[in-house]
């Protein structure tokens, strides 16, 4: 019987790597990222995450504040 250290060196492996780029639209990409990274930030408060308010109106509130507040930064720094 092979020990393991030998078992894995008689062990041959091949890897395929694509050489093809593959196409996307750059503007539909970073419009995405843009989008999941909100939502990303959007889940640093506790109570958008574990959605606190039990009325969808509330809630809805809740996420319009918190978008304001992490737009509010970026708009009022820029000279």
């Known amino acids: 019987m092979l ?3 030998k078992r894995v060196q008689t062990l041959h492996f091949r890897t395929e ?3 093809e780029t593959i196409k996307y639209d ?3 990409y970073k419009r995405r ?3 999941e ?3 990303g930030r959007l889940k640093d408060w506790r109570r958008g995450a574990t ?3 039990k009325t969808r109106k509330s809630f ?3 996420l319009n504040l918190a978008a304001v507040k992490l ?3 970026s708009f009022v720094n820029r000279t």
């Open 3 to 5: 020990s393991e250290g």
């Open 17 to 19: 790597i694509p050489r």
């Open 26 to 28: 750059k503007r539909k």
């Open 33 to 35: 990222n843009r989008i």
């Open 37 to 39: 990274i909100m939502f």
């Open 51 to 53: 959605r606190y308010d």
């Open 60 to 62: 809805l509130a809740f």
């Open 71 to 73: 737009w509010l930064p």
